[in-house]
C-alpha cells in the first residue's frame, strides 16, 4: 500500500486540521492517532511506514503537557525526542519526507526582536529541551529531506486552549486576570495547517528547501491582548480583562517572555507566510463558538 501523506498524532487539535485540508485539496492521507501509533515505539514506527510508503509524514503526534514535563522529563523525551528520530529513520530509509512540529520553546524568550529560524537555541525547561532534541534527531537523519516547523500560541477547535478558556470565562466572570509580560503570536491551527500542506506539496516538488521554518501568526501581542480582543468579538467589554504579571501565576515550568518569531524561510520556498492573528482570530472565531456550544450541549 502507498500513500502520500501519513499523519501521526492525527486526532489532536492540529493533526485534525492538517487532515482536512489534505483532504479539500484532494490528496491522499492516511491520520493515524496515538491508539494506532506510539511514536515511541520504534518497531511500531518502521512498521507503519513500511506499510503505508509515504511520500510525506507529518508528526502532530507530541508530548504537551509542558509543566508535567519539569517532573517527567525522560517521558518527555520519549516522546518529543526519540519518537521524532524513530519517524526520521524510518523516512531516511524509504526515501519520506518529514515535516517535525516543534515549539518556540526552543529559544531563552528573553529577545527584543523576533527570533529568525537559525538563532541560537537555549531551552530554559524541560520541554523545550525535549522538543530541541526532536529537532536535532530530524535534522541529523534528514538533512535534505527533514522540515522543522516551530509554532507557538496554538488555538484551534477540538483541544484545550487559551482562547477556548477566555471563551467560557467570560460567561462566568466579572473580571479576569490575564498577564501582560509575555508576548507572542496566537496562531490558528487551520492556518497553519495550510502552510503545513503548502510546505509538504512545495517539499515534494523540489521546491522547498529542508530546515526550519516558522509556522506563527504575523504581528504580536500579550496574552492580556488576546484575551482582550476575544471579549471585544464575544461583544463584552475588553475591560473585564484585567493586566497582571507573570509572578502572580507562577507555574512549575519557566514561560518566554518573548516568543515572536520571524518567518524569513517561507518565501524560499515560495510561500506566502500565516496572515497575521488579529486578522486570522476574527476568521476563525465562527467556528470556534460553534464548538463551544456544541461541547456543552
Not at 529559544?107 to 525547561?125: H, I, K, N, Q, V
Not at 484551534?156 to 486576570?177: A, C, P, Q
Request: net charge negative.
Amino acid at each position: 500500500m502507498t500513500t502520500t501523506w501519513l499523519i501521526t498524532g492525527a486526532t489532536g487539535m492540529l493533526g485534525q486540521d492538517v487532515q482536512a485540508r489534505l483532504g479539500r485539496h484532494g490528496e491522499e492521507v492516511v491520520g493515524l492517532a496515538r491508539g494506532s501509533l506510539d511514536i515511541t515505539d520504534a518497531a511500531a514506527v518502521h512498521d507503519a511506514v513500511d506499510a503505508h510508503r509515504p511520500r510525506i509524514v507529518v508528526n502532530c503526534a507530541a508530548w504537551t503537557a509542558v509543566d508535567d514535563a519539569e517532573t517527567g522529563e525522560a517521558d518527555a523525551l520519549r516522546v518529543n525526542g526519540d519518537g521524532p528520530r524513530h519517524l526520521a529513520e524510518a523516512c531516511a530509509r524509504t526515501g519520506a519526507r518529514l515535516i517535525q512540529l516543534s515549539t518556540d520553546y526552543v529559544f531563552a524568550g528573553d529577545g527584543t526582536s523576533p527570533y529568525p529560524e537559525d538563532a541560537p537555541t537555549a531551552p530554559r525547561g524541560a520541554y523545550g529541551r525535549t522538543k530541541l532534541a526532536g529537532e536535532q534527531a530530524v535534522s541529523a537523519a534528514l538533512p535534505e529531506a527533514g522540515y522543522v516547523v516551530r509554532t507557538a500560541w496554538l488555538y484551534g477547535v477540538g483541544g484545550r486552549n487559551f482562547v477556548d478558556t477566555m471563551i467560557r470565562l467570560e460567561s462566568v466572570k466579572d473580571t479576569v486576570d490575564v498577564v501582560d509580560d509575555q508576548r507572542g503570536q496566537p496562531t490558528w491551527t487551520v492556518d497553519l495547517a495550510d502552510r503545513l500542506v503548502r510546505l509538504g506539496q512545495a517539499a515534494l516538488a523540489g521546491a522547498a528547501p529542508a530546515g526550519v521554518y516558522h509556522g506563527t501568526s504575523g504581528g504580536e501581542t500579550t496574552w492580556f491582548g488576546l484575551a482582550r480582543e476575544i471579549f471585544r468579538l464575544l461583544g463584552a467589554d475588553p475591560g473585564r480583562v484585567r493586566p497582571t504579571t507573570s509572578t502572580a501565576f507562577e507555574r512549575p515550568a519557566p514561560r518566554p517572555a518573548y516568543s515572536v518569531l520571524g518567518h524569513d524561510r517561507w518565501r524560499q520556498a515560495g510561500i506566502e507566510p500565516i496572515r497575521p492573528w488579529r486578522e486570522a482570530l476574527e476568521a476563525a472565531f465562527p467556528a470556534l463558538l460553534d464548538d463551544k456550544r456544541g461541547s456543552s450541549r
